[in-house]
């Protein structure tokens, strides 16, 4: 295939259409949510609106949704200063906040002793594990299941979920904190009063406009099947990529994932190095969560789990999304297939695969 082919959608998706639509809509409103002449009413409409549209989607009330800049900051909003545990599996932005002392299971699970003291993830970014989340946690990271599998706040008795529009169609740079009505939150960023006094700054209106439109689109994708559509093509790729190379280790498989997530190990050969020479074939995968790769290390998730460092340093990570049909998947086993093959003949020479990496 001559063109590239975008497979590491846990990290970031493609802007949906819908939501690429609404944010150019939104630009043309020139108000204040804040302000109270007309202009900032057509805009506190619109903020109003996207904010009970997304309480929709998910499952909350509208004055249970904060918006932030991100997931990252409403982590911070939700955990700073609560004493909350978790696991090492947790992503960077909630390990900030957390003591990570909780076990996890060869399996991926996450052991819970106090669901109200615990921050968890509703699926792990690497692995796709989707956790069984006990009703009463502290915080739900919902950054991975929103979008992808039904998830409805209301459902979970937690104090607080992140959400974050960029995983399922939406923009970067927006996201939300769902905050059980009643919970006290002591305010992170201080200045107006917007969001209820509960996060200070000028809402980002454009953001907020596409997060919405995204979420819309996402859920449903979800009531659709698309999701079921999108699990049978990562099935294709698993069973093209276990008859290549039957021993490399593919995590998760047979425990409840996210339908897009492979995560897969072949000792001997690092993650860093297949994402450089698949990524000089035309594929953009990773090597751990989009926080974390980049640094050449073991992955933390597969070593909470109790995998051998030198199995966590060889981790790759794919995560499709609708629209990756069959001949893309196939196109990329090939691809990994050929790279596989001389780094086993270059393991058997004696010759280092990261010096001759850009052989592709």
């Known amino acids: 295939m001559s063109a590239r082919v975008y497979l590491d959608w846990n990290a970031t998706t493609p802007l949906r259409p819908e939501a690429r639509a609404a944010m150019a809509e939104a630009m043309d409103l020139v108000g204040n949510p804040s302000s109270v002449h007309t202009e900032g009413r057509a805009a506190k409409g619109l903020l109003e609106r996207a904010r009970t549209d997304i309480a929709e989607a998910f499952g909350a009330d509208p004055d249970e949704v904060v918006f932030t800049s991100g997931a990252t900051e409403a982590a911070a909003l939700a955990l700073r200063g609560r004493g909350c545990v978790g696991a090492p599996v947790e992503h960077e932005c909630v390990l900030g906040w957390i003591d990570p002392s909780l076990a996890v299971t060869p399996e991926g699970q996450v052991t819970v002793t106090e669901p109200e003291r615990t921050a968890l993830q509703g699926a792990n970014s690497e692995t796709g594990i989707l956790q069984d989340l006990p009703r009463g946690l ?115 498989k047979g425990a409840a994932r996210l339908p897009n997530t492979l995560a897969l190990a072949t000792p001997g050969w690092k993650g860093e190095t297949q994402v450089m020479a698949l990524d000089l074939a035309g594929f953009a995968v990773s090597a751990g969560s989009a926080c974390s790769s980049g640094k050449v290390r073991a992955s933390r998730t597969l070593v909470a789990m109790g995998y051998d460092p030198e199995v966590a340093s060889a981790m790759l990570r794919v995560s499709i999304g609708p629209g990756v049909g069959r001949e893309a998947v196939l196109a990329f086993a090939d691809a990994w297939e050929k790279s596989h093959r001389r780094a086993r003949r270059r393991e058997t020479s004696g010759t280092s695969p990261e010096r001759v990496v850009g052989e592709v």
């Open 138 to 252: 502290a915080l739900i990271d919902a950054a991975q299941v929103a979008g992808k599998v039904p998830f409805a706040f209301g459902w979970t008795g937690a104090r607080a979920a992140l959400i974050a529009p960029h995983k399922f169609g939406g923009p970067k740079g927006v996201g939300a904190l769902l905050l059980r009505r009643g919970e006290a939150l002591e305010p992170v960023l201080r200045g107006g009063g917007q969001e209820m006094g509960r996060r200070a700054g000028t809402e980002n209106l454009i953001g907020i406009a596409g997060f919405a439109a995204a979420a819309r689109a996402a859920v449903a994708d979800v009531a659709s099947g698309t999701w079921d559509e999108v699990s049978e093509v990562r099935n294709i790729l698993e069973q093209a990529l276990e008859a290549a190379a039957p021993e490399t280790i593919f995590v998760g």
